[in-house]
């Protein structure tokens, strides 16, 4: 299966359809609040890294069991979700010397996990 990063960013809609966000404001990106994810100083301390600045891109890699899984038909069709509980995470500073390519770096860990 290849892998890729997907921009989640919700479409634009009237304020009677808009879904909870994590950005309302006009002058940025709005993305569902399911994909915002908030680490404590604990886990900062866990992980080994300097707490960023507010705006700094950062790289997430993951690895959890699917915990809950859940699908029902409305008026509008099926609503799907799915969550995941993140067991193994690392998470560091985008690094574009170090990183050229995310998606082949995720590739190659999980071949190299499955031992392909």
């Known amino acids: 299966m290849a892998h890729k990063l997907t921009d989640m960013k919700?479409?634009?809609?009237?304020?009677?359809?808009?879904?909870?966000?994590?950005c309302d404001s006009s002058d940025e990106p709005r993305y569902p609040y399911g994909l915002e994810i908030?680490?404590?100083?604990?886990?900062?301390?866990?992980l080994g890294i300097e707490l960023p600045e507010?705006?700094?891109q950062f790289i997430l890699v993951g690895v959890g069991p699917v915990t809950r899984v859940s699908q029902t038909d409305n008026k509008r069709g099926k609503d799907r979700s799915f969550s995941i509980q993140l067991q193994k995470i690392e998470v560091g500073p985008v690094?574009?010397?170090e990183i050229k390519?995310?998606?082949?770096?995720?590739?190659?860990?999980?071949?190299q996990a499955d031992g392909s």
């Open 95 to 97: 690094d574009t010397g």
């Open 10 to 22: 919700l479409p634009k809609q009237g304020k009677k359809n808009s879904p909870e966000v994590a």
């Open 54 to 56: 507010a705006g700094e």
């Open 101 to 111: 390519n995310v998606v082949d770096a995720v590739s190659a860990g999980i071949k």
């Open 38 to 46: 908030s680490l404590d100083n604990d886990a900062i301390k866990q």
